[in-house]
Structures are given as structure tokens and as C-alpha cells.
């Protein structure tokens, strides 16, 4: 594996996006409860193949009213520190933009709204298509991606990649459940389909903002059919060269942080790390956010705290730095791993474009090598990977690794003045023997030299 051995003026009011417990957990805003159903009895081949998302029955009901837009001022000029730290606008000012790419959304549906441009409906697993959101979880997701520039110029909020077009799938929701168990919609087999679908509907980049907790042994267990079904799904995706993007997940009562070195719970489907590009949360301090679950699968991490996002309601037009959580209606930062994987998802998408023909390895590779490494072997720990993205580092021209070379030693440079010698013994000593000697012959040479004075002397004194 290749992680082996982290205010506004105006605020969204509308239905909470709250935690639930469910096969597969929204990784924000807040920290979610998470659960694991293994899905449904096995299917024959054919089925299992499939890639079309699995339609809602009549035995689930929504159990919540859609998330509402906000009917405020939700004007806000200054650009958010996610959008400042990573410097990506740089790369619009160059033509990398994204286009050409498809970002599929697979999440809570994506909701129209004018700065999303370039959408179009995916698969649905609910009533009312793809391109509607009633938890706002995906049209958030969505907005970080690909949200176009404010054409009248009174907000500087844009998206990674504003070219791209988002496809939504839709294959989850908080807000709908079944009348049999209240489960909600969503598991490991849905998501499994739903990637499937990205794929064969032509995205060349997969955001999945959703995780499931469950304790290593289930999760190493190749008899988990659910579990299965999603660790061929990624492998499909990135062996036709989709580059797969999840969130590392958020702790909470279900879903434990792992201690750093020795994790006790997996998270999928980041725990498919040779096939997918897992990503943390980082604050504004650059520090890695309480939240952000650690694991040895976590490659890189960006912002995902106190965020700014389109407007996520039905009907949106502006934006939104806070929404309401909980079934009071409480006030809330848009925060979440959920929010933190889209800006890695949209830098793949600036990436591909740029070098169309790398693989996804290399897109991933570029994506790790370049980010800001934090401490730890091989530059790299479990909370945050090898630390925050650096968007215009990985859209450089030249990586060693792509061309199978190792990056060359540095040369030594010596400085004569900074280079203590060392001693040469043998040719000391010879200088020492040749010093002494010569300080012997002065010696004798003077003793001598004394005693023909005194035979003179006493020779003139006996005459």
C-alpha cells in the first residue's frame, strides 16, 4: 500500500444535516454515527455486476422535509482560507481549470443551483433524481469541486476545478428511511453500484464524501459480501483509470479514532488504499481537526473546518458559511472530512487535465509527493498522511518517479573554510623526526662549538 509501514454575513437556515446511524455516515458537518449492514443476500454475477444503483421501494418513507435555501442575505465577499492556503485560483490564471474532466458526486444527490454549470443527473436511488439534494450534503460537496466564479465579482468563492462537470449519483440520505427497521438509505452494496455507474457514465474522478466504520477483523474478512462488492468496485474504477477520492472518516461514539500505528477500526472504502486517495481534515492552524479519524490508509489531508459553501438548500443562490444541525435547528460550522476530500478530488481533476495521460497511480503519486510532508517515517504519519495538498506543487512539470528514476543524491559541497582536515599520522611523525633531528644537530653543533672555546682558552693560559 502506498500508505503502509489531516464569517460570514449570511446563514443557512434550513432542515438539519444531522448524524445518523446507518450503513454508510456523511462525514459532515458534524461527527457522524456509524454503522455497518452487510447488505443483502448474495446475488448471482450478473447482478453483482451491475451499475445501476438499486431503486427505493415502497417500504422506505422520508422521514424529514427537504433542506430549504436560505431566504437571507447570504452575501459574503471575502474568499475563505481554504481558497487562500491552497493557492489553486494560480492554477485557473493558467487554463487548468478542469475541463474536459467529470467529477462524479456519489453522495446525497446535488442540488441545481447557477454556479454549478456544468451538472447533470446520474443514477438515483430516490424519488426526484440525481440533481436533487435533500440533505444538502452533496450540493456542498459539489461546490467545493466545481462552483463557478461570481460573474457580477461580489464574492470571490470559486471551486477547485470550475470547468469540470459534476455528475451526481445519488445513492444516500439522512432523510429517508425504512419503515420496517428505520434504517436509512445506503450501504456498501449501493455504493459498490454506484461507482460502477460513475465509471460506465464516463467520470474521469469519484468523490465519495460517505465511510463505514467497522471493526479490522470484518473488514479483512473476504466472506463480507458488501464489503466485497465495494473493494471491486474501486479496483474496477481505478484499473479503467478513475481516480477514486474518500474522506478518512470523523470519530465519534461508533466510528473510534485509531490509535496512531495500531489501528482497531477500519474505514471503507479508504481501507482499499492501493485504490483509492483517502483524505483527513486540517484546520486553519494546520493542524489536524479533532474529528479526523487516523489510520495507516490516510494519504494526504486539506481544509475542513469553518468552511464556505454554495448555498445548499433547494433553490439556492448564494452561499453559506453556517448551517443548522440537529433536530433544534442549532447553528453549525460546515466542517467534516466529507468537505475536506473534494478539494483533493478537484485537484485530481486540474491534474488530468494538465497530464492526460497519467494514470491514476501517478495522479495519486503527484497528489502525495508533493503535499506538505509532515514528521514521521517517510515523511508521512496516520493522522494526516503526508500532510496538506499543495495544489501548484503537484500541477509541476516534473516528478522523478514518473519517469522510474529515483531523485539523484546531492552532491557534497566542500567549503575550505567549513572542512576541519584530518591528520595525516605518518607524514607527522616523519615531520616530527625530521624537526627533532635538526634541533639535535643545532644542539650539538653549539656544544661543539663551545668546547674548541674553552681548549683556546686554556691553551692561551698555559703559554
Known amino acids: 500500500m502506498r500508505s503502509r509501514h489531516l464569517r460570514s454575513r449570511g446563514v443557512l437556515r434550513g432542515v438539519a444535516l444531522c448524524a445518523a446511524v446507518g450503513t454508510l455516515t456523511l462525514g459532515g458537518p458534524t461527527a457522524p454515527a456509524v454503522g455497518q449492514t452487510i447488505g443483502p443476500p448474495p446475488l448471482d454475477e450478473s447482478q453483482k455486476a451491475s451499475s445501476r444503483v438499486d431503486a427505493i421501494s415502497g417500504d422506505y418513507e422520508q422521514k424529514q422535509g427537504c433542506m ?26 493558467q487554463g487548468i481549470t478542469g475541463a474536459g474532466q467529470t467529477v462524479a458526486v456519489i453522495d446525497t444527490g446535488v442540488n441545481q443551483h447557477p454556479r ?48 469540470a462537470t459534476i455528475l451526481s449519483i445519488r ?23 454506484a461507482i460502477n455507474s460513475a465509471v460506465a457514465s464516463g467520470a474521469t474522478v469519484i468523490n465519495i464524501s460517505q465511510s463505514s466504520c467497522q471493526p479490522i477483523a470484518q473488514a479483512a474478512n473476504p466472506a463480507d459480501w458488501g464489503n466485497q462488492q465495494l473493494h471491486n468496485a474501486v479496483r474496477d474504477a481505478y484499473n479503467a483509470g478513475v481516480v477514486v477520492v474518500a474522506a478518512a472518516g470523523n470519530a465519534d461514539q461508533v466510528c473510534q479514532k485509531n490509535p496512531v500505528g495500531s489501528p482497531t477500526t477500519a474505514v471503507l472504502p479508504a481501507w482499499f488504499d492501493d485504490y483509492v486517495l483517502t483524505v483527513a481534515s486540517v484546520n486553519q492552524q494546520g493542524a489536524p481537526s479533532e ?22 438548500g433547494a433553490g439556492g443562490r448564494g452561499l453559506a458559511s453556517q448551517i443548522t444541525e440537529g433536530q433544534n435547528g442549532q447553528l453549525g460550522p460546515i466542517q467534516g472530512t466529507s468537505f475536506a ?97 635538526g634541533i639535535a644537530a643545532i644542539i650539538f653543533t653549539a656544544f661543539l662549538v663551545n668546547a674548541v672555546r674553552n681548549v683556546r682558552a686554556r691553551t692561551r693560559g698555559n703559554r
Open 68 to 93: 430549504q435555501r436560505n431566504t437571507g442575505n447570504s452575501l459574503i465577499e471575502e474568499k475563505p482560507w481554504s481558497q487562500l492556503v491552497l493557492g489553486y485560483e494560480r492554477a485557473h490564471e
Open 171 to 193: 445513492q444516500t440520505s439522512r432523510l429517508w428511511s425504512s419503515r420496517a427497521n428505520s434504517s436509512t438509505v445506503g450501504n456498501t452494496h449501493t455504493l459498490a453500484q
Open 116 to 163: 454549478l454549470q456544468h451538472l447533470r443527473g446520474g443514477d438515483s436511488a430516490l424519488p426526484g433524481g440525481a440533481t436533487t439534494d435533500c440533505d444538502g450534503h452533496g450540493t456542498l460537496v459539489a461546490g467545493i469541486i466545481g462552483a463557478a466564479p461570481d460573474e457580477t465579482g461580489q464574492t470571490g468563492y470559486v471551486g477547485v476545478a470550475p470547468d
Open 291 to 312: 474529528f479526523t479519524v487516523p489510520g495507516p490508509w490516510v494519504d494526504v489531508a486539506a481544509p475542513g473546518e469553518n468552511l464556505i459553501g454554495l448555498d445548499p
Open 341 to 437: 476530500a473534494p478539494y483533493v478530488a478537484g485537484l485530481a481533476a486540474l491534474i488530468k487535465q494538465k497530464f492526460p495521460q497519467l494514470s491514476p497511480k501517478q495522479v495519486m503519486d503527484r497528489i502525495t509527493q508533493t503535499a506538505l510532508h509532515p514528521g514521521g517515517i517517510n515523511g508521512r504519519n496516520d493522522i494526516v498522511g503526508y500532510g496538506m495538498i499543495d495544489p501548484m506543487a503537484a500541477l509541476g512539470d516534473i516528478l522523478p518517479s514518473e519517469y522510474g528514476k529515483q531523485a539523484p543524491p546531492p552532491k557534497q559541497t566542500r567549503l575550505q573554510a567549513d572542512v576541519i582536515p584530518q591528520k595525516d599520522f605518518p607524514a607527522l611523525i616523519v615531520a616530527m623526526g625530521g624537526a627533532g633531528a
